[in-house]
């Protein structure tokens, strides 16, 4: 389900293919998948959470690859829970390709072969190929033992939206311009899209700016960058120290 111009397309729908000299079956999201046993099932989260709705059982012995973007667990549970063999998830980034898998549902992923890790901080880490060469790890990473690690924050403030780069403090900057938002603040859903949470001028009603919103972001922003959930509040959510927080 992932196109083979994309890097992750092109290694697990025509390398890995063409190496096992086994047939590549191209599914548009939105037609019947039309699963048998043994097929292996490449597409990136925003498919699989589709693919979670559209499915009710699979056959036996399918298993799923998913990469390009954070994979959601509960979709994930819901996928493993119909019956899918397995689930792969790939962390990676255009600049070094694959760099670590994990079986979901585990938390951890395993660094592949290739790799080893370089310090430079707590949290901040380089790509070492054991020739030498070192390359800048695309996120800040909690690490643990010798060759396990987790995603705790991109370095640059992207966040992956169906396979793509997305930058929330660009995202809010956008929307500050729309006529009656006092302030704004965007972060990545659980469910793998943005979600802003918007503070209205005085005076003006949640619902009445609502509706202009719908209209101004289809106007000023690509579809990845188009926050899917929106929460209207007086003031920004803050912490006790006055930094901005999650929200519900």
């Known amino acids: 389900m992932v196109p083979a111009n994309h890097l992750y397309g092109m290694i697990w729908t025509a390398f890995l293919p063409s190496a096992l000299g086994v047939p590549v079956i191209v599914r548009p999201l939105g037609t019947a998948l039309e699963l048998v046993a043994g097929d292996l099932v490449v597409a990136v989260p925003d498919q699989w959470q589709a693919i979670s709705r559209m499915t009710r059982r699979f056959p036996n012995d399918v298993v799923g690859v998913s990469s390009a973007g954070v994979l959601d667990d509960l979709v994930a549970k819901e996928l493993l829970s119909a019956g ?53 790890m695309p996120d ?33 900057e956008v929307l500050r311009r729309a006529d009656g938002v006092a302030d704004v603040t965007v972060r990545l859903h ?23 919103l719908d209209r101004f972001v289809v106007q000023n922003l690509k579809d990845h960058e188009r926050p899917k959930s929106f929460r209207f509040g007086t003031v920004l959510p803050r912490n006790a120290m006055g930094k901005l927080e999650d929200w519900a």
């Open 190 to 212: 659980a469910n793998g899209r943005l979600k802003a949470f918007v503070v209205p001028e005085a005076g003006l009603e949640a619902s009445d700016l609502a509706f202009h």
């Open 84 to 136: 899918l063999s397995r689930l792969i998830d790939v962390y990676g980034s255009s600049e070094t390709g694959a760099i670590a898998l994990r079986q979901v549902p585990d938390a951890m992923y395993e660094l592949l072969p290739r790799w080893n890790l370089v310090p430079r901080s707590d949290h901040d880490w380089d790509l070492s190929d054991g020739g030498g060469t070192l390359t800048e």
């Open 140 to 172: 800040l990473i909690e690490r643990a033992e010798e060759r396990w690690l987790r995603p705790v924050g991109r370095r640059d403030g992207a966040v992956k939206v169906a396979g793509l780069n997305v930058w929330p403090n660009h995202v809010a």
